[in-house]
């Protein structure tokens, strides 16, 4: 599977950015979502989405994220509003496919930065 991500850049606090992705490729993959990495920081979750429709969050963004899935299109989209400057990171797109007793196997986009200035 290869990841294609785009959207990212700079916004000023309170501000807001999409971020997008399309998936490409054979292998078969029911879960998309966003990780990020802030600087100096570990990469960390921030949403995901099943194939059908089952979105989870960080609790540092929910109310403010919006995640969306395009199963047909095999894109996933990252509405972020309310933006903080915390929130300044390389956004990494992600796929893998969960099923019972499968190994995860991670894919990964090329890494969109965000900065959100104060």
């Known amino acids: 599977v290869q990841l294609q991500a785009s959207g990212g850049g700079v916004v000023q606090a309170g501000g807001s950015l999409k971020l997008s992705c399309a998936a490409s490729?054979?292998?078969?993959?029911?879960?998309m979502g966003w990780y990020r990495q802030g600087p100096s920081k570990l990469r960390e979750p921030v949403a995901s989405?099943?194939?059908?429709?089952?979105?989870r969050y960080a609790d540092s963004v929910k109310g403010r994220f919006t995640i969306s899935r395009d199963v047909a299109e095999n894109t996933v989209n990252l509405q972020m509003n309310s933006l903080e400057p915390a929130d300044t990171a390389v956004y990494y797109c992600?796929?893998?496919?969960?099923?019972?007793?499968?190994?995860?196997?991670?894919?990964w986009g090329q890494g969109t930065q965000v900065t959100v200035s104060s």
């Open positions: 989405i099943t194939n059908s429709g089952t979105a």
């Open positions: 490729g054979s292998t078969v993959i029911n879960v």
């Open positions: 992600n796929a893998y496919y969960s099923a019972y007793d499968v190994p995860r196997y991670d894919f």
